[in-house]
């Protein structure tokens, strides 16, 4: 079974930076053999896809973080980061890391979540 763990979150003031790293584990499961995402929830809001970065290493960001975060990942540690900069108040959300898991031939998947890392950009 895969787990996401998210870390990293935090309380920072406008124009800050954090870091947030989402560490996988499973049978046989590496985050250089799936596409990883972050997306982030803010209280009243619908979940939205922040950043993707693909199996072969191609990234994809929303156009409200181009810029501003990116996405990477440590093969050895099988772990996927957002470094996050220029933080604004409206990055304030909870932020979750997120992957699909192929389970048969014919492409059906499941979807797996982290538990989420909350993110609060104030003065």
């Known amino acids: 079974q895969v787990q996401l763990v998210e870390s990293g979150g935090g309380l920072v003031q406008p124009g800050g930076s954090l870091r947030l790293s989402c560490a996988a584990s499973?049978?046989?499961?590496?985050?250089?053999?799936?596409?990883m995402d972050w997306y982030r929830q803010a209280i009243g809001k619908e979940r939205e896809l922040v950043a993707r970065?693909?199996?072969?290493?191609?990234?994809n960001y929303a156009d409200f973080v181009k810029g501003r975060f990116t996405i990477s990942r440590d093969n050895v540690k099988n772990t996927v980061y957002l470094q996050m900069n220029s933080l604004k108040p409206e990055d304030t959300a909870v932020y979750y890391c997120?992957?699909?898991?192929?389970?048969?031939?014919?492409?059906?998947?499941?979807?797996?979540w982290g538990q989420g890392t909350p993110a609060t950009v104030s003065s």
């Open positions: 970065i693909t199996s072969d290493g191609n990234t």
């Open positions: 499973g049978r046989r499961f590496s985050v250089s053999g799936n596409a």
């Open positions: 997120h992957t699909r898991i192929v389970v048969n031939v014919e492409g059906a998947y499941v979807e797996v």
